[in-house]
């Protein structure tokens, strides 16, 4: 009877299982609960070895976007060992998967990124540039630290689940080219989220802290753009070719006037991947790609018609052809779930930050002071904002994919303290840090909170539940998700793979084997922290294992 009565009174299936599970299972006493947390904190401090390993090890594979073959290999086998059921080539992305385990309500997905940044390879602790592979890609933002944070955290919380018999089911996914905003739209389509009650993303960050509502950034569509000329003699018979790269310049010259009438919180930004072979060859190829940033769905794709419709009067002034206009990816701008967010920030006070030593804080400043920003070092305070600035101070910024998850499923990101704040970004000078005690200990004070919110998630239906009822009632009551790709856009699995070929063999030199060395900085015979020699020298001689 009662069970009939709740599938009446329930307007979804989703409602309906939460309200069922709230039914049959009353949330866990708070003094029981706190003392779950307290073991959790204590199980994450006793992996601190392991965490630092995984921080590492990832961090000397510095592979890019969908190149993270490595990096994925790595975590999938740490992930079976550990009793999780793994499928791997997930959404057709090679790199991607889905680790499993538990059974029942919640279902939680734990995500974080894996990627780096082209040319940010960079010798850890050391507070200069020094490239450990000149030209190699790296962990230019601290992609790194999150894995190691979920991981850790898991397997802490896995723990208590098993001895306690509570139910549940964890899911571990990757952000795979996070910085292509290249996977998540596509795993969302792909249905990984679609049993899932609570997703918990984790990313790197300066400070622990989390926040609801839309955050101070940009959703964004990335579309490349070819096209088709003719070639001809350059200078025997320039009249009879067609320049492609005259329409890609002719492109950008048009969108950079087009856009001082766009709105101010627009950002766009192009590179040419393809601008032809050789001068003498009128060229018949040539691409550009841009990624057009806006803040809502409908602002997005406005700015993308615009986009094509340049594309368009380029190819006509030309008398070229816009043969392709092909989406490498996309990201919806990102809503935070409230509950959520306010469980995980009473976690984040009751684990506060970690204790910076004064090696930490020589490396920071040195590093801040490299880069001209202020050497306030790391930080003493906890970021207390959790609450969004109100939507009309939103000019834009970044974009990450996890805004596609969080219009499906509620969602937060926490952002754990494994960087040194005021860095450019997207840069070597975040790479510095990434493998080094500042990196280790944030990402250790980031699998507390993650576990002990995991718990809340766990032992609290009634947290699901407003979970839910924030996102439907507020969060997705006048928009409702739709994909920015098109249906039969792909992921594009092809990119960075050049770059990997080239620097592949010589990166392999620098893994990290932790079977003969404690930590990264030991096996490269790295000083913590090494500070710039002279004005005029960062380092002596180049290490060299
Ligand atoms: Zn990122």
Not at 187 to 202: E, I, P, Q, T, Y
Not at 247 to 274: K, T
Not at 287 to 303: C, D, G, H, N
Not at 415 to 443: D, E, F, M, Q, V
Request: proline residues 7%; aromatic residues 8%; glycine residues 8%.
């Amino acid at each position: 009877m009662r069970v009939i009565r709740l599938s009446v009174s329930c307007l979804t299936a989703a409602i309906c299982a939460t309200s069922a599970q709230a039914q049959r299972r009353p949330p866990l006493a708070a003094a029981k609960l706190d003392g779950f947390k307290r073991e959790a904190i204590a199980d994450v401090d006793s992996r601190a070895k392991f965490t630092q390993q995984m921080v590492d090890q990832i961090f000397s594979f510095g592979e890019l976007g969908f190149q993270e073959v490595e990096t994925s290999k790595f975590l999938v086998k740490i992930l079976r060992d550990n009793g999780f059921s793994v499928e791997e080539g997930v959404a057709g992305v090679p790199t991607a998967w889905v680790a499993t385990w538990g059974s029942g309500k919640p279902v939680i997905a734990i995500g974080s990124d894996i990627d780096g940044i082209p040319q940010a390879s960079q010798k850890p602790a050391v507070a200069c540039h020094a490239p450990l592979v000149p030209g190699a890609p790296g962990h230019g933002e601290g992609h790194n630290t999150g894995q190691p944070v979920n991981i850790t955290a898991i397997l802490a919380v896995k723990k208590i689940m098993e001895r306690e018999k509570l139910p549940g089911t964890i899911k571990v996914w990757p952000g795979v080219a996070e910085e292509q905003l290249g996977t998540k739209a596509y795993l969302v389509r792909a249905g990984v989220f679609k049993d899932v009650d609570v997703a918990l993303f984790s990313h790197v960050s300066a400070n622990l802290s989390v926040s609801w509502g839309p955050g101070n950034g940009s959703g964004l569509v990335s579309v490349l753009y070819s096209f088709e000329g003719q070639a001809a003699h350059a200078a025997g018979a320039p009249w009879r070719g067609r320049s492609a790269l005259d329409a890609v310049e002719l492109m950008d010259v048009g969108w950079n006037y087009r856009r001082e009438h766009l709105r101010l919180q627009q950002r766009s930004h192009y590179v040419i991947p393809d601008g032809g072979d050789q001068p003498n060859v009128v060229p018949t190829t040539a691409s550009v790609w841009y990624y057009f940033r806006e803040l809502t769905y409908p602002q997005i794709k406005a700015m993308w018609a615009i986009g094509d419709s340049v594309a368009q009067g380029a190819a006509l002034m030309t008398g070229t052809k816009l043969v392709q206009e092909r989406v490498l990816g996309s990201a919806w701008p990102q809503h935070f779930n409230r509950p959520i967010a306010e469980a995980m920030f009473a976690n984040i006070k009751r684990v506060g930050l970690p204790t910076w030593t004064d090696a930490d804080q020589t490396l920071a400043k040195a590093v801040q002071k490299e880069m001209g920003s202020k050497e306030e070092g790391m930080p003493s305070k906890l970021d207390s904002t959790i609450a969004p600035d109100p939507e009309d101070r939103n000019m834009g910024g970044g974009s990450d994919d996890i805004g596609d998850v969080s219009w499906n499923v509620p969602t937060v990101t926490l952002r754990y303290p494994s960087n040194i704040p005021g860095l450019p970004g997207h840069h070597w000078s975040s790479a510095i840090a990434s493998a080094t005690p500042i990196a280790h200990k944030g990402a250790t004070a980031g699998a507390k909170v993650m576990a002990t919110t995991i718990l809340d998630i766990l032992t609290k239906p009634p947290l699901v539940d407003s979970a839910w009822a924030y996102f439907r009632n507020v969060q997705t009551k006048d928009t409702k998700y739709e994909p920015l790709m098109r249906p039969n856009e792909k992921p594009a699995t092809f990119l960075n793979t050049d770059i990997l070929e080239r620097y592949r063999p010589q990166m392999r030199r620098f893994y990290y084997d932790p079977t003969k060395y404690g930590t990264y900085l030991e096996q490269l015979g790295i000083q913590y922290p090494t500070l710039r020699k002279s004005k005029e020298k960062c380092e002596d001689t180049p290490t060299v294992p």
